[in-house]
């Protein structure tokens, strides 16, 4: 069992930068791969990135290449997704997600959090 908390949401202008932090508890948090998603206005959730249990593979939706990144600290059993450059189109709820064998599909996830709002506008 995982319980997962977020932080960091905000209200930041275009162009500007947010530090989300997804607090886990349980003994194996490095046991999970961590996923990012969010969840626009009238939209469905969608894939953001994700890492794996060890840190040293990422992948990442192509509308945040370049832009996010997503990084983890296993002592302090957190992951955090950096996010700079952002667009009025990022603003949504963002939720991390954790999973032994998760991917980029909602349903790889069992576990989440109950998200926090970015919203990106001047």
């Known amino acids: 069992q995982v319980q997962l908390v977020e932080s960091g949401g905000g209200l930041v202008q275009p162009g500007g930068s947010l530090r989300l932090s997804c607090a886990a508890s349980g003994r194996t948090f490095s046991s999970y791969v961590m996923g990012w998603f969010r969840q626009g206005p009238g939209k469905e959730r969608e894939f953001v990135g994700y890492i794996s249990a060890s840190g040293y593979t990422t992948s990442y939706a192509n509308f945040v290449k370049g832009r996010f990144t997503i990084s983890r600290d296993n002592a302090k059993t957190t992951v955090y997704l950096q996010m700079n450059s952002l667009k009025p189109d990022d603003t949504g709820v963002y939720y991390c997600?954790?999973?032994?064998?998760?991917?980029?599909?909602?349903?790889?996830?069992?576990?989440w959090g109950q998200g926090t709002q970015v919203t990106v506008s001047s």
């Open positions: 997600a954790a999973d032994t064998t998760g991917g980029i599909q909602v349903d790889e996830y069992a576990y």
